[in-house]
């Protein structure tokens, strides 16, 4: 029992909400005109933001998932060009692999046979629990960056 209880916390985790809004209401209705805008004081775009949350969520579900997993170049691996200027296509690339890779982590978690706090059985210093609560924070952590810069380009 205790066992569904955190595993429903935790999808709430993942999902955003409560205390925070959620990615999905912060990217609906995006304005494509401004996928690439940068603010005074903020080196990324949202589109630059987004794409670095699905590379580092992506990261995390492959570390869990794949026994063969190599170690990405940080910061190189995590973050798109910055000379990359995404098309209306890109963001909406960017958007559905950042919820197929979340869909994935929330099956994760809602399978019931895996230990969610026994160790990762090719990386024994780590458990899902852990990484799942990495993924929510980090994610937490860039939509609130991305709300910063909807309302310094007014469009919240």
Known sequence: METDV??????QLLD??????TF????ANFPVDHINSRVPSI????WDLIEHMRLAQFDI?????????????????YWPDKSKKASEKDWQNTLSQFNEDLEALKK?????????TGPIPHAPDYNILREILLVGDHNA???GQIIVIKRALKIM
């Open 16 to 21: 955003g909400g409560n205390a925070h809004i």
């Open 6 to 11: 955190l595993r429903d916390q935790l999808i």
């Open 108 to 116: 994760i978690v809602r399978t019931p046979e895996l230990d969610l």
């Open 43 to 46: 080196p990324y775009s949202s």
């Open 141 to 143: 952590y860039h939509t």
């Open 61 to 77: 579900l492959d570390f869990i998932e794949n026994e063969d997993y190599t170690e990405r170049k940080w910061p190189d691996d």
């Open 24 to 27: 999905k209401d912060t990217v």
